[in-house]
């Protein structure tokens, strides 16, 4: 089994370590040299260019990140790379050149955003490129179709499940997707404590991270429920942790 044991080291600072998207915005590599520098570790998103490159944004919808009409999966990745984020000098990067910048310098989780009929080869495109990355690495997804792709698309990438929910229908969709070999877990932090949460944790010895952390009542339960956060907002190392 891959020792994922970093996956829980350090806090993790959720698109970067930003300031909230007043002067540094997520998911920019200004995010993430500002999350380098600390030495947290990193989370972001991707989506897949019309020309079939990952790209790092959370929303499919250009708008509120670069003011634009149209969606990422009409642009190419050279389209993209002229859009500016929030006004700023910073554009959206390339999944390619998020991997440059950290060099295996701090962790990093990236979250596959699907969007239906238009992410077709997305995890694959993301595994291509994780696989000759040198460096501590996984993946997650909400998105089931995404998950099913993960052990043969990005095959020894540890993979995890995005989540929330309490409901019975919620939580036995979770646990359906243990057959796919997800070997962590980010749970929403206000929906613990959970039965599958619980269970990962405590039957399976999965490591569960959480969702998205910004006062101190989610710190507490993340580490009364949970292994550790992922953060956007404040400072970890200059905070309580219970």
Known sequence: MTDISWLTA???????????????WE?????????????????????????????VI?????????????FVWQRTASE??????????DHPPTLRELLD??????????EIKGTPGHDAGLVKAVGRLLKRYDGQVAIMSF??????????EAPGIPGGLTAYGTGSHEIEAHFSMLAHGIAFT?????DLPNRFVSFVREKLGMPVITWTIRDQPAIDLTFKYADQMT????????????
């Open 10 to 24: 350090r806090p993790i600072a959720h698109r970067g370590f930003h300031d909230l998207n007043d002067k540094c």
């Open 101 to 110: 910048l950290v060099d295996g310098r701090v962790p990093l989780i990236v």
């Open 143 to 152: 998105d089931h179709w995404l998950i099913r792709e993960f052990e043969t």
């Open 27 to 55: 998911n920019t590599l200004s995010a993430f040299s500002a999350a380098i520098e600390r030495g947290y570790a990193i989370e972001c998103d991707v989506h897949l260019t019309a020309d079939g490159v990952p790209v």
């Open 186 to 190: 980010s749970y929403a932090a206000g």
């Open 231 to 242: 953060f956007e907002g404040f400072e970890p190392d200059h905070i309580r942790v219970a």
């Open 80 to 89: 993209m790379a002229q859009l500016r984020v929030g006004g700023t000098e």
């Open 58 to 70: 959370h929303d499919d919808d250009l708008r509120r990140l670069t003011g634009t009409e149209g």
